[in-house]
């Protein structure tokens, strides 16, 4: 059996934890699985890089600012490779680019173009444990290094699990697994068995961070199964696996949240045919994330557009945009920092109608008004206003009987 565990930041947030790591890797590979393992750097150093190159350089050249993040990787594959040798059990290191990870050219954020992980197939022929580093990768065109977005490890370890055939994916982690919400807003919280790839998609999209979303594609479109699951116990996580295989399907899974996205609003624009479309062609010809979008009706011939952006990205969407306001014909950009979206997501929506509105109801029960709004046929999310994320997402996460409570009263009442 081929296993590929893949451990985060806090899991080798220090050198003690990197030996317990060590462990459980040696443990698996003494019950007779092949083991390759994809390590992040230790909890904080990614942050710490950035930090520093943004000291010397406000604008760092992105191709730079790739090969100095990949030094954290570095030094936890290697760290991690020689305690496992301490442990008495033969070990490699590889970087992303060794292992055979071939991205696009596209700095910071590089998608996965190929797996060619022929020296990690010889390192397991020869019984070796092997260790890769996380969310980097080589492009084929450039030769230049590249990273994977941040959280990009988990993409690293199915996108392996996928090339090898593995049996399974795990990804250690520092919680116990997939949660209805984020525990630490929403106490009642329970912990979910099993998911659909399409709703953990929809989560890992939505703020969940508990698994990069490019992760999850290639863990749905090669049929990878991911097991999300604590490092710091043996208890059973999360199982992320195909629709068919969930057991019973609850209409509802979750409520995530995202502060990390920031409102642009282009106003007074001109209603007619290519004004939007050149918008966003700038916009995605500058590599910006648009998420979500909504035009108002318009008046006099005249609309406003509103759109999402990730917060990092919003100074080079509102320079691009103010720079062609001429050209486009609008009056001004205006930027709303303090927004926080709210996501309901649940495969059984597609049959059960009325789950919008009684999120919306919860919602207004609960004070928070609601700016934008959009859905997906498993999805629901909402723009608010960002004081108010937890108020929201407790209200929405006990509108639907999420939480463990929930539960319990139920069979309680049965
Ligand atoms: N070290 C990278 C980050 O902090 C990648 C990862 O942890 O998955 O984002
Ligand atoms: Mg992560």
Redesign the pocket.
Known sequence: MIVVQKF??TSVGDVERLQRVAQRIVDTRRAGHDVVVVV?AMGGTTDELVDMAAQVNRRPPQRELDILLTAGERISMSLLAMAIEALGVRARSFTGSQAGIITDTVHGKARILAVTPERVRDALGDGDVVIVAGFQGVSRETHDITTLGR?G??TTAVALAAALEADVCEIY?DVDGVYTADPRLVPAARKLDRLAYEEMLELAAQGA????VRSVEFGRNHGVPIHVRSSFNGSEGTWVVPQEDMVEDAIISGVAHDTSEAKVTVVGVPDRPGVAAGMFTALADASVNVDMIVQNVSSDGRTDISFTVPRGEVEQATELLGGRLEGIGAADVIVNPAVAKVSLVGAGMKTHPGVAARMFDALSRAGVNIQMISTSTIRVSVIIDDAHVDDAVRAVHAEFGLGADAIVEEQGAG
């Open positions: 985060g930041g992040s959280g490890s988990d982690t961070k508990v698994l990069q």
